[in-house]
């Protein structure tokens, strides 16, 4: 079973805007994880954030946790028709837990 | 470094058929899986190793068979293949379990 949930499913923006992506889960988590894909392609990682960190940044990445309302965000800065791919989120649980991943965004990116 | 790869790229099997999707990655981790990716169904977990003779199944693990006799390879069974079977298939592996995992360019099966 999906233990994040991405919202929205789906956006679309203009090259240029901001992109807001959501993750919500439901346990306690170790961390948790951004991954994009590219159509066709397998997922490459973007960030870790760690449960006792509440934000972190990578280029044009910004990534926030809310571990008190089980809740992550991903905000892709200054978007990029090359930034459009499906981005997941996947928790980690800790222990020997596995990686649960999420159903996705879709972001659309127009030039 | 090559990463994660998988082979074949694309498989086209009849009902009952069977077949190995191979997995190897070069970077000495000791976790590695298995997802299947369908339309609206993100990423399900199939079958996972936590290293080399150790695995444990995931979330959908029925009508698939693996084996961990080496660090580097994690070979997927399909015993006797099954229309809901058709998929894209990934594999990934990550230094240790919970950490950053690196995907192969997956495997597009399917079975008619």
């Known amino acids: 079973s999906q233990q994040g949930e991405e919202d929205p499913q789906a956006l679309s923006i203009q090259e240029g805007e901001n992109a807001t992506m959501n993750c919500s889960y439901k346990t306690s988590i170790n961390n948790l994880q951004w991954y994009r894909q590219n159509s066709g392609r397998g997922l490459v990682h973007l960030i870790l954030i760690r449960s006792n960190e509440r934000e972190k940044h990578s280029g044009r990445l910004r990534v926030t946790l809310d571990t008190s309302k089980k809740s992550s965000s991903l905000l892709i800065t200054a978007s990029r028709a090359a930034d459009t791919a499906s981005y997941f989120c996947?928790?980690?649980?800790?222990?020997?837990?596995?990686?649960?991943f999420g159903k996705g965004t879709m972001l659309l990116v127009s030039p | 470094n090559a990463g994660v790869t998988q082979t074949p790229k694309f498989q086209v099997l009849k009902t009952g058929q069977s077949m190995t999707l191979q997995c190897a990655q070069d970077m000495n981790h000791e976790y590695m899986s298995w997802y299947r990716q369908d339309p609206g169904m993100g990423l399900r977990l199939i079958h996972y190793?936590?290293?080399?003779?150790?695995?444990d199944q995931g979330e959908v693990p029925n009508g698939y068979n693996v084996s961990r006799s080496t660090t580097e390879d994690f070979p997927l069974r399909l015993l006797s293949a099954a229309p809901s079977q058709t998929s894209v298939y990934f594999c990934?592996?990550?230094?240790?379990?919970?950490?950053?995992?690196?995907f192969g360019p997956g495997t597009r099966l399917t079975v008619l």
């Open positions: 990934a592996s990550s230094l240790t379990v919970g950490h950053e995992q690196f």
């Open positions: 996947a928790t980690d649980a800790g222990g020997y837990s596995t990686l649960t």
């Open positions: 190793s936590v290293g080399a003779g150790i695995t």
